[in-house]
């Protein structure tokens, strides 16, 4: 394999989770070089904790892309080639305009750092302070070597960066990469879809389906699947602030589901796949069933973001995760009154004497009507 052409992996979300990943690649490979974004002046293409992680032969994460990184990623292969008496830490400045020609026109600090097997210790305990709440890792370096400590702080930082000098600093880093609570109820194809598009997105995912076998044993790592008979039963260890989307192949089991979170009033956003008609008839019910009106206001059904026509259930996703991203960057956009948004549906509407031959009440369980199927 080309060493100008190593095989880029799916990003992976590697800001502070990257201890395990390099766990990982040292099973297979005798170093790992880190890559991380340690600091910025001006524009440039990612913030401070981006990284890139590279062996010979892979390439996992970005630092954006471009001249930069393909710079990096020189230095990184250069560097699993030194001596291995040489410095574990290498710092390279960029000025992107002058240096690389990039119109960004910043100047990026790079923190290089060459991870052996010698260093499993640490980084396996990294990896497990990762799980918990105010993970630092402080990396000293003065020229020569490397020290670092890990702790926990009442006050984590996300990225800091001290230099006295070219070529010494100081890297202060949060290993606890904040994640937003997602709950996907529904494993079909819309849903394996959904999954794959937010692998790389800052969500902590826990993927729930009742049908035996049909949840994927290769599973991103932030993601935790739960086969389980009766899913509304899993709602009570749900964390307050949770996301969810609800997409099962069973509309009596989506509509227990939907009342369920409902109830709960402690969500940060419930997405109900379906059409337009699937939604008027969920609030009603939930409306008899005595949920509070400003409750069902907050049902989003159907999901995603305007402009994207497409049924294909990946263009779905995109649209779901955009949607998502808005609820997180941009709740004002998200929470605009229900015509402000055009969300995508996965249904076409049927025709007036469709929908009526298909309307059967309220009653959406034991119903072989095609629209009480989900899509």
């Known amino acids: 394999m080309s060493e100008l052409a190593p095989d880029v992996a799916w990003l992976r979300p ?60 020189q230095c990184a ?27 960004c026109g910043g100047a990026v600090q790079l923190w290089l750092e060459r991870f052996t097997p010698g260093d499993l210790t640490l980084l396996q305990a990294a990896a497990q302070a990762a799980h918990g709440e105010g993970a630092m890792l402080e990396s000293a370096f003065d020229g020569t070597a490397v020290t670092r400590r890990l702790f926990v702080a009442t006050s984590p930082e996300s990225m800091r960066f001290t230099s006295d000098t070219a070529h010494a600093g100081t890297l202060l880093e949060g290993l606890s990469a904040p994640r937003q609570a997602l709950w996907i109820f529904g494993a079909g194809h819309v849903g394996q879809a959904i999954v794959r598009t937010l692998s790389d997105l800052p969500f902590d995912i826990t993927w729930v389906d009742s049908r035996p076998g049909v949840l994927p044993t290769s599973l991103p790592a932030n993601v935790r699947a739960c086969a389980e008979p009766q899913p509304v039963g899993l709602l009570a260890a749900a964390p307050g602030d949770a996301m969810y989307i609800v997409l099962t192949h069973d509309h009596a089991l989506d509509y227990s589901l939907c009342r369920a979170i409902l109830q709960r009033d402690d969500f940060a956003w419930l997405g109900l796949i379906g059409s337009e008609s699937k939604a008027a008839r969920f609030r009603s019910r939930l409306r008899k069933d005595g949920i509070a009106p400003a409750l069902i206001g907050k049902l989003v059904c159907p999901i995603g973001v305007t402009g994207i026509e497409s049924k294909a259930p990946a263009a779905i996703a995109i649209a779901v995760a955009a949607q998502l991203l808005q609820a997180l960057y941009a709740p004002a956009v998200v929470n605009m009154p229900r015509g402000g948004i055009a969300s995508i549906g996965v249904r076409s509407e049927p025709a007036p004497a469709q929908r009526a031959a298909n309307d059967c009440g309220e009653d959406c369980g034991g119903c072989s009507a095609p629209h009480h199927r989900t899509c």
């Not at 990982?24 to 001006?42: Q, Y």
């Open 14 to 73: 590697l800001e502070g989770a990257w201890p395990g990943a390099v766990v990982r690649l040292l099973e297979s490979t005798p170093a790992v070089v880190r890559v991380v974004v340690a600091s910025m002046r001006g524009s440039a293409p990612r913030d401070p904790g981006a990284a890139l992680l590279v062996t010979p032969g892979t390439v996992e994460g970005t630092i954006g892309g471009g001249h930069l990184e393909f710079e990096a990623i």
């Open 77 to 103: 292969l250069a560097f699993l080639k030194a001596d291995e008496e040489a410095p574990a830490v290498q710092i390279h400045q960029f000025n992107l305009g002058p240096d690389l020609s990039q119109c």
